[in-house]
């Protein structure tokens, strides 16, 4: 049980720390970089990237599932089985990035207008995207290769690699925009070149992880794992479609405020998401340790797990509440020196700090429910919570005109979520 305590649990989260991390890392810095520049740039990077992020997010399934699905395999000692599952997430994972880099490129006008593309920035925006776009099956192929690593309990080989792909799309995002002196499409052209890096690095180790290529690709999938891993994929499917959705409608209803509201509120966002994406690394270990443990019926274990695994999203959650209450000035300069941009922040900053701690509990619970495979209650929790609350509340921007209450929509969704978790895991197994 020792590596259950709390001290176990965050030394074995640390590398999936690190890695979610590195995640928004490369796209904050292409936003600190970019914001230096042009505000219209940062602007427009920020409808570009929720646009492209909104369809990873949607398919996101192929990361939790796989992680799931492969952590299970692992614990039984299932050789054949697990080689199967990973069969199944790395076809899935190419048939979505193909299927979704098509739709992104011949529906790329219609999601102009959806999200709200102003003539002004269509220009800029279109640079950056179809970059992106091109590059697109790298970015799910590589998220999904990483997931399967994780699942094998190789945690700390997938930090390594996502590391090293941060760092060179850092050092080409900066070369392409400071020493080429490329517009907006430099900062699209590091993401893409460090993607396909990352998709090389991941598919060498995970060969190198068996005895040879033959034993990676000798069996056929059965109809058994390709139902069980769809019908998974379904359910996270649309608890990812509504979560994007929601991501989707906070970015169309700030850029309907303005170029300078937008802007800001991609310097929320990124905000946000740093600070959410640190505590998944915790929830992954809930992910990968819950499904190791519920594979082998380890209730009490579970109970130990869950307790300590919610102690650490808030001690987490608190320390990020104090750095985002002391260090404001500081976070917003990285971004932006335009005023402007300060004084929308500081209107809503408060919402920011004293949301970490319910922001991070629920991000655990996720971790959590996905371990123990509860895939459906999450996808009912998320419909429930997105158009009961987050909707009402993020729609008075049009009575109050400012983005504060597409803020308070946002968090009280994570509220919700952390409550419906709660109970859920008093259920199954009492803690």
Sequence with gaps: MNKLTKKGLFL???????????????????????????????????????????????????????????????????????????????????????????????????????????DDLKGLVEKYYLIRVYGHIFSIVYITLLSILKGQGKVSLSFIILFVTTVSNIFFSWYFLFVMKMSLEGAAYGTVIANIFGVILSLIMLIRSFPSIRSLFKLRVTRSEWKIYSEKSGNLFIRSFLLTAVFFMSTRLAASLGTVTL????????????????????????????????????????????????????????????????????????????????KVLESVWYLIWLSQIPNAIAFVYDGLMFGHGEFKFVRNMMLIGAIFIYMPLASGVFIFKNITSIWVGLITLNIFRWFCSRRKSVRICGG
């Design 12 to 118: 074995f989260s640390l590398p999936s720390i690190f890695a979610c991390v590195l995640e928004p890392l490369a796209s904050l810095i292409d936003s600190a970089l970019v914001g230096h520049l042009s505000t219209a740039w940062l602007a427009a990077l920020a409808l570009g990237t929720t646009l492209l992020s909104s369809f990873s997010w949607i398919f996101n399934f192929l990361v939790h599932v796989s992680t799931e699905s492969v952590a299970k395999s692992s614990e039984v000692d299932k050789f054949d089985l697990q080689v199967e599952r990973i069969q199944v997430a790395v076809i899935m994972s190419v048939f979505v990035g193909m299927i979704s880099t098509l739709f992104l490129f011949f529906f790329r006008e219609k999601l102009y207008v959806l999200i709200g593309v102003t």
């Design 263 to 342: 802007a800001a509120h991609q310097v929320l966002i990124q905000v946000w998401l740093f600070s959410s994406l640190f505590v998944d690394g915790v929830a992954v270990t809930g992910n990968i340790l819950g499904a190791k443990l519920r594979s082998v019926d380890e209730n009490e274990k579970i109970k130990l797990l869950t307790t300590n695994l919610l102690k650490i999203g808030f001690y987490l959650g608190g320390i990020f509440t104090i750095c985002y209450f002391m260090m404001q000035n500081y976070l917003w300069n990285i971004f932006s020196t335009d005023m402007r941009v300060h």
